[in-house]
């Protein structure tokens, strides 16, 4: 690698940190509208045009508030927490390809980078809840260990139904696996259906490990319907229960910024990235991340808090199985294709 | 299980599209039931001459002694009300009224009621205490039109005084007279006692 590319890598970097950082409060204040329009209401729209400067006078007001330190808090720890939530989410961003171009850096092994992170993530929250010296929060950190373990085995089995339709590890090889029309093998020929793109969510084979990624995005997010790390009716505020002003932001935005990455991830493995016809890739990918994100805070609306042992339950006994079976079946397909079966 | 959820996100996203029930209070007014009573109304007649007779009935029924009334003698060739005489000082203290709606029912005319208002606010305590320039409706060639003085939302039975009798016979007592106005009047009117 050159010093050139380097440079170039860095530049991308910034601007895609930038444009991140720059939509988050637009999230936010997105997100809150639509609650508030599935629940009858208007949702903030005082500050600014409809409201979208909501997130600017919350972020000001955060910025101005007196930082309350718990008396028995592990200070360091206290302080590198949200830091730890916050980072490894930022990072993943180095390999997401927005289109063609518009990637960082491609990782021959992008998935498994992204997957390192994601887990990374936790430690943030445990640590948060333990530094806090406090009960709801160290609760909310133990749940979000126990519920990381449950879930991220779920998410890799998924990960690994795509490794194996797609052939590889590159989150861009991946992308561009999935473009022209939609293509099966059947009996020794190529079954080709003209209308439909060759994105995985549209093969059967593929559809349990969808459900399952989008189900287990939704966990690794901590969000509604498994919100149980800062479950509000019993917790207070879960883990950053003692946190204020920027450091509360922080977790906030860290958060946010883990919602988008999960949403791009579905977009990338199952939805095709920026495949689409006629405009850019770019507007591809940008529209199926709005969908999938859209997906994020509607079923945040519908869906109750499920109970923890249900959560447990659901990660070990419905999608670790699901996730067993369909590689499972992946692996007989593949084992026809290659013709071990010739007697078929 | 599987039903159930989707059946819920069809429910939440058919909601994405319904009227909010949200009201943004000072930009939209809010509207109150009919029956709501809040700040006070001193009402006129349809020819503009105010209701009130000065007769302290309102005062004497307020519970809270919130009410000041000070009458004096109509001018004989300018009445101002319809009756001998009027209210030369109304004055409500707004923070002592408990608006139980005694006065309303005291009132013989018709003239104090409870309106729709209930916007209460000021910077003192003298900003609550109201005359009767504040509290009276406008006057019916006024270029001042206010659906806050909807007077018709106030209209309840009352010993009226018909506009078609005039002041002299109530002075010189024609009792008969004004008995068969009130008897011939629309519509039927309920004389309580009082």
Redesign the interface.
């Given at each position: 690698m050159t010093a050139t590319d380097i440079g170039w890598a860095i530049v991308k970097l910034l601007i895609i940190i930038g444009c991140i950082m720059a939509v988050l409060p637009f999230l936010i204040w997105m997100e809150r509208r639509?609650l508030?329009?599935?629940?009858?209401?208007?949702g903030p729209n005082r500050v600014g045009p409809a409201g979208l400067l909501q997130s600017f006078a919350d972020g000001l007001k955060l910025m101005l508030k007196e930082v309350v330190i718990p008396k028995d808090a592990d200070r360091f720890v206290y302080f590198l927490a949200p830091m730890l939530l916050m980072v490894p989410a930022l990072c993943t961003f180095v390999v997401i390809p927005f289109g063609p171009k518009e990637q960082v850096i491609d990782l021959n092994i992008g998935v498994l980078y992204i997957f390192a992170l994601a887990s990374l993530g936790v430690y943030g929250i445990v640590l948060a809840g333990w530094a806090s010296n406090s009960k709801y929060s160290l609760l909310g950190g133990l749940r979000s260990s126990a519920q990381m373990l449950s879930y991220e085995l779920g998410v890799g089995l998924a990960i690994v139904v795509v490794v194996m339709l797609t052939g590889t590890l590159s989150l861009r090889g991946i992308v561009e696996s999935q473009s022209g029309p939609l293509t099966f093998w059947w009996f020794g020929r190529e079954l080709v259906i003209p209308f439909l793109p060759n994105w995985l969510i549209f093969k059967p084979l593929a559809l349990p490990a969808f459900f399952m990624f989008l189900v287990g995005g939704f966990a690794e997010t901590n969000r509604a319907p498994f919100d149980l790390p800062e479950a509000e009716s019993e917790l207070v505020s879960g883990y950053h229960t003692e946190y204020t002003g920027m450091r509360f932001a922080m977790f906030m935005l860290g958060e946010y910024v883990n919602v988008v990455t999960a949403s791009a991830m579905v977009t990338t493995l199952f939805l095709g990235g920026w495949n689409g016809p006629f405009f850019p890739p770019l507007f591809w990918f940008i529209v199926k991340l709005m969908l999938v994100l859209f997906t994020f805070i509607?079923?945040r609306?519908?869906?109750p808090r499920i109970r923890y042992d249900q959560l447990m339950k659901f990660g070990w006994t419905v999608l670790v199985p699901t996730g067993l079976i369909n590689i499972a079946l992946i692996a007989i397909y593949d084992a026809w294709k290659w013709s071990k079966f010739a007697a078929f | 299980m599987i039903r159930d959820i989707l059946r819920s996100l069809k429910v939440t996203f058919s909601h994405l599209f319904e009227p909010k029930v949200t009201v943004q209070y000072p930009d939209e007014p809010v509207k109150v039931a009919n029956r709501f009573r809040g700040r006070h109304i001193l009402r006129r007649w349809e020819d503009g001459k105010e209701r009130c007779i000065g007769c302290h009935l309102c005062s004497a029924a307020c519970p809270a002694d919130a009410i000041t009334v000070i009458a004096e003698d109509n001018p004989r060739d300018n009445p101002i009300s319809r009756g001998e005489r009027y209210a030369k000082v109304y004055q409500i203290d707004l923070l002592r009224c408990i608006f139980c709606g005694y006065c309303e029912d005291a009132c013989p005319v018709n003239a104090i009621v409870l309106g729709q208002g209930f916007e209460f606010s000021g910077y003192r305590r003298e900003d609550f205490i109201v005359n009767k320039e504040d509290l009276l409706e406008p006057h019916p060639n006024s270029f001042i039109k206010d659906s806050f003085f909807d007077s018709k939302l106030y209209d309840r039975p009352y010993l009226p005084i018909p506009s078609n009798v005039d002041l002299e016979a109530i002075i010189e007592g024609k009792q008969r007279e004004i008995e068969e106005t009130i008897r011939t009047a629309k519509p039927p009117i309920v004389i309580r006692p009082y």
């Amino acid at each position: 690698m050159t010093a050139t590319d380097i440079g170039w890598a860095i530049v991308k970097l910034l601007i895609i940190i930038g444009c991140i950082m720059a939509v988050l409060p637009f999230l936010i204040w997105m997100e809150r509208r639509m609650l508030g329009f599935m629940q009858d209401r208007l949702g903030p729209n005082r500050v600014g045009p409809a409201g979208l400067l909501q997130s600017f006078a919350d972020g000001l007001k955060l910025m101005l508030k007196e930082v309350v330190i718990p008396k028995d808090a592990d200070r360091f720890v206290y302080f590198l927490a949200p830091m730890l939530l916050m980072v490894p989410a930022l990072c993943t961003f180095v390999v997401i390809p927005f289109g063609p171009k518009e990637q960082v850096i491609d990782l021959n092994i992008g998935v498994l980078y992204i997957f390192a992170l994601a887990s990374l993530g936790v430690y943030g929250i445990v640590l948060a809840g333990w530094a806090s010296n406090s009960k709801y929060s160290l609760l909310g950190g133990l749940r979000s260990s126990a519920q990381m373990l449950s879930y991220e085995l779920g998410v890799g089995l998924a990960i690994v139904v795509v490794v194996m339709l797609t052939g590889t590890l590159s989150l861009r090889g991946i992308v561009e696996s999935q473009s022209g029309p939609l293509t099966f093998w059947w009996f020794g020929r190529e079954l080709v259906i003209p209308f439909l793109p060759n994105w995985l969510i549209f093969k059967p084979l593929a559809l349990p490990a969808f459900f399952m990624f989008l189900v287990g995005g939704f966990a690794e997010t901590n969000r509604a319907p498994f919100d149980l790390p800062e479950a509000e009716s019993e917790l207070v505020s879960g883990y950053h229960t003692e946190y204020t002003g920027m450091r509360f932001a922080m977790f906030m935005l860290g958060e946010y910024v883990n919602v988008v990455t999960a949403s791009a991830m579905v977009t990338t493995l199952f939805l095709g990235g920026w495949n689409g016809p006629f405009f850019p890739p770019l507007f591809w990918f940008i529209v199926k991340l709005m969908l999938v994100l859209f997906t994020f805070i509607w079923a945040r609306a519908t869906l109750p808090r499920i109970r923890y042992d249900q959560l447990m339950k659901f990660g070990w006994t419905v999608l670790v199985p699901t996730g067993l079976i369909n590689i499972a079946l992946i692996a007989i397909y593949d084992a026809w294709k290659w013709s071990k079966f010739a007697a078929f | 299980m599987i039903r159930d959820i989707l059946r819920s996100l069809k429910v939440t996203f058919s909601h994405l599209f319904e009227p909010k029930v949200t009201v943004q209070y000072p930009d939209e007014p809010v509207k109150v039931a009919n029956r709501f009573r809040g700040r006070h109304i001193l009402r006129r007649w349809e020819d503009g001459k105010e209701r009130c007779i000065g007769c302290h009935l309102c005062s004497a029924a307020c519970p809270a002694d919130a009410i000041t009334v000070i009458a004096e003698d109509n001018p004989r060739d300018n009445p101002i009300s319809r009756g001998e005489r009027y209210a030369k000082v109304y004055q409500i203290d707004l923070l002592r009224c408990i608006f139980c709606g005694y006065c309303e029912d005291a009132c013989p005319v018709n003239a104090i009621v409870l309106g729709q208002g209930f916007e209460f606010s000021g910077y003192r305590r003298e900003d609550f205490i109201v005359n009767k320039e504040d509290l009276l409706e406008p006057h019916p060639n006024s270029f001042i039109k206010d659906s806050f003085f909807d007077s018709k939302l106030y209209d309840r039975p009352y010993l009226p005084i018909p506009s078609n009798v005039d002041l002299e016979a109530i002075i010189e007592g024609k009792q008969r007279e004004i008995e068969e106005t009130i008897r011939t009047a629309k519509p039927p009117i309920v004389i309580r006692p009082y």
